[in-house]
C-alpha cells in the first residue's frame, strides 16, 4: 500500500501543498493564494487565518484531486515565510495581522537596539544583522505602538509555527524561524538573553525552539475535520523556506552548495559550525539539519534586474518571442550566447532595489559602465547576466573561503537557461548541477523534514530518494581567465561610486 508525505510551502503569494510518496516521486500540488496588506508605506501585513484556510483548501483539493486517502498520509511538515511576527493569545488566537517580513516599519526600534548592541557584537551573537527586517524588532515595535496588543500577547509566532498550533494545539518554533526572530544565539542554539533583555521583549512571549524534525503531535480531531487529514498524521515543525531549501537542494552536509535563481537569488551551503564573515557580507542561519548551520549570501534583486532588463531595453526581442511564440528570455538568451564572455568591456552593476549580500548597501544604484561606441545590444544584455552572477560569485568566494565546495545546484527559474548554467560554471569556477525539479526545494526540503521526524526516513541522505540530475556542467578554465580581471573591475567600479550613490 502506497504511504505519503504533505509538504506545504507558505509563501508570501500563497501556499503551495504538495504531495510526495515516501520513495521520493512528486504525486502533485495545488497552491492557494492569499493577499498582502500594504496599509500605510513601509507595512507588509498578512491575515493569519488566510493562512490556515490556504492550507485546509490546498490539502483537501490535493487528497480529492488524487484520491489519496487520509491515512496514508504519514506526517506533514512546512517550509514557511521567515522574520514576521505574529502576536497569538493563550488560545492561539491572533490579536493583529502578522507583520511579514517584507514589512520595515521598525527602523526606530533597530535604531534603539543598536545603541544598546553594538553592530559586530550582535552579527557575532546571532549571525545576522541588525535590521527593522527580523522579527524581534517587530516584537518591539508591537510593544511601543500596541501596548495592549503586547500585554495580551502568549507568543510570537512566525507562519508555519501558527500553522503548526492550528494543527495539533501546540507552540513551538524552530532553529531557522527562530534564528529569523533576530534574537537567537547562534553558537548555543537557544534564545540570546543578550538580545531579547536589551529588546526589551519578555523572553515568556517567544515560542518553545526546537529541532525542526520534532514531532508536535498527531493532527487534532477538529484539524482533521477542517483539513481533510487523518488523526494519525504527525505533524512535524519543518523549517523557514531559505533553509527548508536547503535539504531539497541536497546541502545536507559540509561541502554541499547551491544556488537559487529567481527575483532575488542566493548561494547557500552547509557548515559543523557557524561561518561568519569578518566584514558581515553574508549572514549564517541555524540548518534544518539538526546542529548544522547555514551560510547564505542573499542579493537583492537578481532575477528581478533581468526581468528589469527584458521590460525596458528588450521591446524588439519581445516583439521576436511573439512572432515566434516563444518566452521573451529565449530571444534573449540567444542574444547573450552570440557575445563572447566579458561583454565586450560592459559592467552591470545589478543594484536596482539597493543591496543586501555582499554590499549591504540600500543606496547603491544599477549602473551601466564601460559603454563606447563599438558597444552592441548584444553586449549589454549580457553583462547584465554576467554582473547579477559576479555579484553571486563574490558571496559564494567567501562561502569557498570557509569549507570546500566541488559543485553547486542550480535551481529556480534561470536554471532553465544553458547560458547562466554556463556563466554561473565559469564565474564562480566551479561544477553546476542542474536537478529535474527546478522549483521543488523548499516542498522537497519540508517532505524530507517530515520524513525524518516521524521515523519514515533514517536521515536527511533520503534526500537522494527525490533528487534527480539531468545536466552537469563543467567551468571553461579560459573563461574563468576572462572573468577574474572582469570581478576586480566589478569591485572597483563599485567601490569607486559608493560616495556618489546616496
Excluded at 520513495?23 to 508605506?41: A, N, Q, W
Excluded at 541588525?130 to 515595535?141: D, E, L, R
Aim: hydrophobic share 40%; glycine share 8%; net charge negative.
Amino acid at each position: 500500500m502506497a504511504e505519503y508525505i504533505l509538504a506545504h510551502d507558505l509563501g508570501t503569494s500563497g501556499n503551495k501543498a504538495t504531495l510526495f510518496s515516501t520513495d521520493g516521486r512528486l504525486i502533485g500540488s495545488r497552491t492557494y493564494g492569499y493577499e498582502v496588506f500594504y496599509d500605510k508605506p513601509l507595512w507588509a501585513e498578512q491575515d493569519a487565518n488566510d493562512w490556515w484556510n490556504a492550507v485546509c483548501g490546498s490539502t483537501k483539493e490535493l487528497l480529492s484531486a488524487y484520491q489519496i486517502n487520509a491515512g496514508d498520509v504519514r506526517a506533514v511538515s512546512f517550509s514557511g515565510q521567515m522574520m514576521g511576527c505574529l502576536p497569538v493569545d493563550r488560545q492561539g488566537k491572533p490579536l493583529r495581522r502578522s507583520i511579514i517580513w517584507a514589512d520595515q516599519r521598525a527602523q526606530k526600534q533597530s535604531a534603539a537596539l543598536a545603541k544598546k548592541i553594538e553592530d559586530e557584537r550582535f552579527y557575532r551573537i546571532n549571525g545576522h544583522r541588525n535590521t527593522a527586517s527580523y522579527g524581534i524588532q517587530k516584537a518591539m515595535w508591537v510593544k511601543e505602538n500596541q501596548p495592549e496588543i503586547y500585554e495580551n500577547t502568549y507568543k510570537f509566532l512566525n507562519a508555519k509555527d501558527y500553522i503548526v498550533f492550528r494543527l495539533t494545539g501546540k507552540f513551538f518554533t524552530d532553529c531557522s524561524d527562530a534564528n529569523s526572530m533576530d534574537c537567537f544565539d547562534l553558537a548555543r542554539q537557544q534564545w540570546s538573553e543578550e538580545i531579547v533583555e536589551a529588546a526589551g521583549v519578555d523572553p515568556d512571549k517567544l515560542p518553545k525552539i526546537v529541532y525542526s524534525t520534532h514531532c508536535a503531535g498527531n493532527v487534532t480531531e477538529e484539524a482533521a475535520n477542517q483539513t481533510g487529514l487523518s488523526v494519525n498524521t504527525k505533524v512535524i515543525i519543518g523549517a523557514g523556506d531559505g533553509v527548508a531549501a536547503n535539504v531539497g537542494a541536497g546541502c545536507v552536509e559540509p561541502g554541499k552548495a547551491y544556488c537559487c535563481m529567481g527575483t532575488s537569488a542566493w548561494v547557500a551551503g552547509t557548515s559543523e559550525k557557524p561561518v561568519l564573515d569578518e566584514k558581515r557580507r553574508i549572514v549564517c542561519w541555524a540548518h534544518a539539519v539538526p546542529g548544522m548551520y547555514s551560510p547564505n549570501g542573499t542579493m537583492q534583486y537578481a532575477g528581478g534586474s533581468y526581468k528589469w532588463m527584458k521590460d525596458t531595453i528588450c521591446l524588439e526581442e519581445m516583439r521576436t518571442a511573439q512572432e515566434r511564440g516563444c518566452s521573451p528570455y529565449d530571444v534573449i538568451n540567444e542574444k547573450i550566447a552570440s557575445c563572447q564572455p566579458g561583454a565586450g568591456g560592459v559592467l552591470f552593476l545589478p543594484y536596482l532595489l539597493g543591496e543586501r549580500a555582499p554590499r549591504w548597501n540600500p543606496d547603491a544604484k544599477g549602473v551601466f559602465f564601460g559603454m563606447t561606441a563599438t558597444t552592441t545590444r548584444e553586449q549589454m544584455l549580457r553583462s547584465v547576466m554576467e554582473g547579477i552572477v559576479m555579484n553571486l560569485g563574490i558571496c559564494f568566494d567567501i562561502l569557498k573561503e570557509q569549507t570546500p565546495i566541488e559543485e553547486i545546484l542550480l535551481i529556480g527559474g534561470a536554471a532553465r537557461s544553458s547560458q547562466w548554467q554556463r556563466g554561473i560554471a565559469d564565474i564562480f569556477s566551479t561544477r553546476v548541477l542542474v536537478p529535474e525539479y527546478l522549483e521543488e526545494a523548499n516542498s522537497m526540503g519540508a517532505a524530507v523534514i517530515a520524513g525524518v521526524g516521524s521515523g519514515i526516513y533514517k536521515d536527511f541522505s533520503a534526500i537522494e530518494k527525490f533528487i534527480r540530475v539531468q545536466q552537469r556542467v563543467e567551468p571553461e578554465t579560459s573563461n574563468y581567465e576572462v572573468y577574474r580581471e572582469r570581478r576586480m573591475q566589478f569591485d572597483k567600479v563599485y567601490e569607486a561610486l559608493v560616495p556618489v550613490f546616496a
